[in-house]
């Protein structure tokens, strides 16, 4: 059985995830829908001008010159030498369920 890769701690199969997103998806959802529903009197209370979503000057962010800026093209990234990773065990068995499924 093919597990789901969490972080660099280990991994989980894939029924756990599935079950995981059909109970907590909807839970997080409704409690997202409530939260979003009690917004504009909250907001209303706490510095409602502040906006700087519309309004940037607004930001308390540092701002980053463009000139520190780096452009990278798309074609660049297909040149990306991955020979020196090795592979893992995980990786082999998802590439032979995949292969299997096919």
């Not at 939260?35 to 009197?41: D, F, G, M, N, V």
């Not at 000139?67 to 065990?89: F, K, M, V, Y």
Request: net charge negative; hydrophobic share 35%; glycine share 2%.
């Amino acid at each position: 059985m093919a597990n789901i890769r969490v972080c660099c701690f280990g991994s989980l199969p894939k029924w756990v995830v599935n079950q995981s997103w059909q109970r907590l998806a909807p839970k997080a959802m409704k409690k997202i829908y409530k939260a979003c529903l009690k917004y504009p009197e909250w907001k209303h209370m706490h510095a409602p001008a502040y906006k700087p979503w519309l309004h940037p000057e607004q930001s308390q962010l540092l701002a980053i010159q463009l000139s520190e800026l780096a452009i990278q093209h798309a074609d660049s990234l297909e040149n990306i030498d991955e020979s020196g990773i090795p592979e893992t065990r995980d990786d082999k068995a998802d590439a032979s369920d995949e292969d299997s499924v096919n």
